[in-house]
């Protein structure tokens, strides 16, 4: 069954930094294509990085571009996501998904791209 367990959210102040980790059951290079999701009330659920395993592939939304960084540690079955320069507005529930497709940068933010969902982590961000 596939697994994927999300932590590392927690209440931050703006500019701050926070690392959360996604670790996957079983073997990481089962999927081809890793990503996180965020969600905040009452908006929909965006990418904001994925990242090819097994390749050195990056991707991010435009708002977190230069602050956020995806990274995967095969060893350990993971994937991160380091957050600087923490904003008010990544204040949100961050989702790890993970897809058996290759990351498209024309398609890597879509939702439907991913089979499979952690439960989420979340991340508090105060002004």
């Known amino acids: 069954q596939v697994q994927l367990v999300e932590s590392g959210g927690t209440a931050v102040q703006a500019g701050g930094s926070l690392r959360l980790s996604c670790v996957v059951s079983g073997y990481l290079f089962s999927y081809t294509c890793m990503a996180w999701f965020r969600q905040a009330p009452g908006k929909e659920r965006e990418g904001v990085a994925a990242i090819y395993i097994g390749g050195t592939s990056t991707y991010y939304s435009d708002s977190v571009k230069g602050r956020f960084t995806i990274s995967q540690d095969n060893d350990k079955n993971a994937v991160y996501l380091q957050m600087d320069a923490l904003k008010p507005e990544d204040a949100a529930m961050y989702y790890c998904?993970?897809?058996?497709?290759?990351?498209?940068?024309?398609?890597?933010?879509?939702?439907?791209?991913?089979?499979?969902w952690g439960q989420g982590t979340q991340v508090t961000v105060s002004s």
């Open positions: 998904a993970a897809s058996r497709l290759r990351c498209q940068s024309t398609s890597w933010y879509w939702r439907d791209e991913y089979a499979y």
